[in-house]
């Protein structure tokens, strides 16, 4: 049985503690939280409430700590998590600069523990028919990419904290990291970039960025916002290669080339969970965590989202923040 810690209480929180249900041999045996609120959630859930994930670790036998707190708690709780000896998930981004990360990661390393960040794009049926596309050069080589996440601004946070930047990154860190990460995961590390960003003069953050990434013969373009303005969530791709163009429109991959008709590719997931947030039941998280559980079980590090690329990743994400 692998036993887990659950640091944060709130909607991604709830979204993994329902996800762990669905797997076997693992049960969420206690949580961290300091709000009525958490209280409540605890006692729904039937699981004892501390206000330390080292008060927990004392009082509870866990083998993994789960963090799923704001971004700006990540390093103290994962350090703390570090410092009782135990394995640690985190959410996306591990951290607001790469030194963080490295310092979390150079840690666990030490002490012979592994740290698995939540990057669930990578296992989205729709991307993992793109990197698997990529991966066979089935269509030649990648020529050029766009890649697209839209939505309106997330007014639906609490507290207001991740429209501050030294608690959230702002958009860059919050929402373009999923596709900065799968288009470093794809092509590795660009060799330059640039980027645009604009916004309304009465925000302190910038509401829309346009991105170019170039790697050698292949230029990847993205775009990013919270629009002020209620419009529809888009989360799209459009990939060019040597022999065929594929794309992801409204949830359908579609491969098209000359002389042949379009390639529909299967993406309908067998699983969809319920996740209580802003997202529709989807089976991505199970598969996440699923692949996190047999990394501990096995006591490996993720060789799907590595500490190389999501250091990269940092970087990038600290220049454009700058």
Same mark, same amino acid.
């Given at each position: 049985?692998?036993?887990?810690?659950?640091?944060?209480?709130?909607?991604?929180?709830?979204?993994?503690?329902?996800?762990?249900?669905?797997?076997?041999?693992?049960?969420?045996?206690?949580?961290?939280?300091?709000?009525?609120?958490? *209280?409540?959630?605890?006692?729904?859930?039937?699981? +004892? =409430?501390?206000?330390?994930?080292?008060?927990?670790?004392?009082?509870?036998?866990?083998?993994? #700590?789960?963090?799923? &707190?704001?971004?700006?708690?990540?390093?103290?709780?994962?350090?703390?998590?570090?410092? $009782? !000896? @135990?394995?640690? =998930?985190?959410?996306?981004?591990?951290?607001?600069?790469?030194? !963080?990360?490295?310092?979390?990661?150079?840690?666990?390393?030490?002490?012979?523990?592994?740290?698995?960040?939540?990057? #669930?794009?990578?296992?989205?049926?729709?991307?993992?028919?793109?990197?698997?596309?990529?991966?066979?050069?089935?269509?030649? @080589?990648?020529?050029?990419?766009?890649?697209? *996440?839209?939505?309106?601004?997330?007014?639906?946070?609490?507290?207001?904290?991740?429209?501050?930047?030294?608690?959230?990154?702002?958009?860059?860190?919050?929402?373009?990291?999923?596709?900065?990460?799968?288009?470093?995961?794809?092509?590795?590390?660009?060799?330059?970039? /640039?980027? &645009?960003?604009?916004?309304?003069?009465?925000?302190?953050?910038?509401?829309?960025?346009?991105?170019?990434?170039?790697? +050698?013969?292949?230029?990847?373009?993205?775009?990013?916002?919270?629009?002020? $303005?209620?419009?529809?969530?888009?989360?799209?791709?459009?990939?060019?290669?040597?022999? $065929?163009?594929?794309?992801?429109?409204?949830?359908?991959?579609?491969?098209?080339?000359?002389?042949?008709?379009? *390639?529909?590719?299967?993406?309908?997931?067998?699983?969809?969970?319920? &996740?209580?947030?802003?997202?529709?039941?989807?089976?991505?998280?199970?598969?996440?965590? /699923?692949?996190?559980?047999?990394?501990?079980?096995?006591? *490996?590090?993720?060789?799907?989202?590595?500490?190389?690329? #999501?250091? &990269?990743?940092?970087?990038?994400?600290?220049?454009?923040?700058?």
């Amino acid at each position: 049985m692998i036993n887990i810690g659950l640091v944060g209480l709130g909607g991604m929180g709830t979204v993994h503690k329902s996800n762990y249900e669905h797997i076997e041999g693992v049960k969420v045996k206690a949580c961290v939280g300091a709000t009525h609120k958490d *209280r409540e959630k605890a006692k729904e859930w039937q699981i +004892p =409430i501390y206000s330390s994930i080292g008060e927990m670790a004392e009082n509870v036998e866990i083998d993994v #700590v789960d963090v799923t &707190t704001p971004t700006f708690l990540h390093k103290s709780h994962v350090m703390e998590a570090l410092d $009782a !000896d @135990k394995n640690v =998930i985190c959410e996306k981004p591990l951290a607001l600069n790469a030194s !963080d990360g490295k310092a979390m990661f150079d840690k666990a390393e030490a002490k012979g523990l592994n740290i698995y960040v939540g990057q #669930v794009l990578r296992f989205f049926p729709e991307y993992k028919a793109l990197a698997q596309v990529v991966k066979s050069g089935e269509y030649g @080589k990648a020529l050029d990419g766009y890649f697209v *996440r839209l939505s309106a601004r997330p007014r639906w946070n609490q507290g207001g904290w991740m429209f501050e930047k030294e608690k959230s990154g702002l958009l860059p860190f919050d929402l373009h990291i999923h596709d900065l990460d799968f288009i470093v995961s794809l092509f590795g590390v660009p060799k330059e970039f /640039s980027y &645009t960003a604009d916004g309304n003069d009465d925000k302190n953050f910038k509401e829309h960025y346009r991105f170019t990434y170039k790697f +050698p013969d292949l230029s990847v373009c993205a775009e990013a916002a919270w629009f002020n $303005a209620e419009y529809p969530w888009t989360a799209e791709y459009r990939v060019y290669f040597e022999n $065929a163009v594929m794309e992801s429109k409204g949830g359908v991959v579609t491969a098209y080339e000359f002389d042949k008709e379009p *390639r529909v590719f299967d993406t309908e997931e067998k699983i969809k969970i319920p &996740t209580g947030i802003n997202v529709p039941p989807t089976g991505v998280y199970l598969d996440e965590l /699923s692949h996190f559980m047999d990394c501990i079980r096995e006591n *490996r590090k993720s060789d799907i989202v590595t500490k190389e690329q #999501v250091l &990269t990743v940092l970087e990038l994400l600290e220049e454009i923040g700058k």
